[in-house]
């Protein structure tokens, strides 16, 4: 990877993560007692602005938090990863946004999102981080915040010549105009299908939804779809080719960071001007570093230890 400082710009979502432990789900109706509770920050945009700070790329974070104790305990903690906050908006009128999470034994796990100060950001915060948006190697963008203010941000950045990555988490319709400033597309099986409205049940469809998802971004030349497949790798497509990306095998704490590793990462490695493979290979071994620590901001991987995992193939 080029050890030039990348810049990346994120436009996302802050929460405190409440996580309980619990041999499996409760079913409807049911109390059961669990056996650990563990409290984080999280969020996708903040994940994802951590995982690239941690990687080695100079980080912006826009979004909102409440005037409340858990802002500060993310304001703090934004600080203690070198992440500049100056576009993070304390609102008084609304929490900050908390996310209860249940983790089984193997790892997997169910979230509820209660968004509260995330749904605040408008697009007038994002203009008045405009410069930020158009300095940056790279725009990371989720859908933990209004999809306004997130395409909002993709049109100052193709403005600029900005590279605009989306991770389209949690799944949900998006507007053509959107996805047509949109130059990298990561979603999971889930949001493929929901996105392309195509199962995805094998590689075949997988390939043929990812194509049809690319003939909706940006450049019908350049832009690329990665589509995440957890335990199977990636599937990245562009104009040229559809190449599977294996996953590195490791040992499952909880999956619940993984996929914002993932886009952290591959933000990271774009920024540094790696190509495409190449930033799905460092991605792909940050979000298996992930998967082997608890909880979401601090299973985000270190340079060393993504890189620890590369030289081990």
């Given amino acids: 990877m080029n050890r030039s400082r990348p810049k990346v710009t994120v436009v996302g979502s802050l929460n405190v993560d409440l996580v309980s432990h619990a041999l499996r789900r409760p079913r409807k109706g049911e109390t059961l007692i669990g056996n650990a509770f563990d409290m984080f920050t999280g969020g996708k945009g903040f994940n994802q602005a951590t995982a690239a700070a941690?990687?080695?790329?100079?980080?912006?974070?826009i979004?909102?938090?409440?005037?409340?104790?858990?802002?500060?305990?993310?304001?703090?903690?934004?600080?203690?990863?070198?992440?500049?906050?100056?576009?993070?908006?304390?609102?008084?009128?609304?929490?900050?946004?908390?996310?209860?999470?249940?983790?089984?034994?193997?790892?997997?796990?169910?979230?509820?999102?209660v968004p509260r100060a995330n749904m605040e950001l408008t697009t007038t915060d994002i203009n008045a981080a405009a410069a930020s948006i158009a300095k940056a190697?790279?725009?990371?963008?989720?859908?933990?915040?209004?999809?306004?203010?997130?395409?909002?941000?993709?049109?100052?950045?193709?403005?600029?010549?900005?590279?605009?990555?989306?991770n389209p988490a949690p799944a949900q319709p998006l507007p053509e105009s959107f996805?047509?400033?949109?130059?990298?597309?990561?979603?999971?099986?889930?949001?493929?299908?929901?996105?392309?409205?195509?199962?995805?049940?094998?590689?075949?469809?997988?390939?043929?939804?990812?194509?049809?998802?690319?003939?909706?971004l940006a450049d019908a030349t350049t832009s690329a779809v990665v589509l995440t497949l957890g335990e199977r790798g990636a599937l990245m497509t562009t104009a040229?080719?559809?190449?599977?990306?294996?996953?590195?095998?490791?040992?499952?704490?909880?999956?619940?960071g993984a996929g914002d590793a993932f886009c952290g990462a591959l933000a990271t490695a774009l920024a540094s001007g790696d190509t495409?493979?190449?930033?799905?290979?460092f991605a792909n071994a940050a979000g298996a570093a992930a998967v082997t620590v608890l909880g979401a901001t601090p299973s985000?991987?270190?340079?060393?230890?993504?890189?620890g995992l590369l030289g081990n193939l």
């Fill in 137 to 166: 190697d790279v725009l990371l963008l989720q859908l933990e915040t209004p999809i306004a203010a997130s395409e909002r941000a993709a049109e100052i950045a193709k403005m600029h010549g900005t590279t605009v990555l989306l």
């Fill in 63 to 113: 979004g909102s938090v409440g005037a409340d104790l858990f802002g500060e305990m993310l304001l703090s903690a934004m600080a203690a990863e070198h992440i500049d906050s100056q576009f993070v908006i304390k609102r008084t009128k609304a929490g900050t946004g908390v996310a209860t999470i249940v983790v089984e034994p193997d790892g997997d796990n169910s979230i509820i999102v």
């Fill in 276 to 281: 495409l493979r190449t930033a799905v290979v």
């Fill in 179 to 216: 996805l047509a400033h949109v130059d990298i597309l990561t979603p999971n099986q889930s949001e493929t299908e929901l996105l392309s409205r195509m199962p995805v049940r094998d590689r075949e469809e997988a390939g043929r939804a990812a194509r049809a998802l690319r003939a909706r």
């Fill in 54 to 61: 941690r990687l080695g790329a100079d980080v912006t974070l």
């Fill in 240 to 256: 040229s080719t559809s190449q599977s990306v294996a996953a590195l095998v490791v040992d499952v704490v909880d999956t619940t």
């Fill in 300 to 307: 985000m991987p270190t340079r060393a230890k993504t890189e």
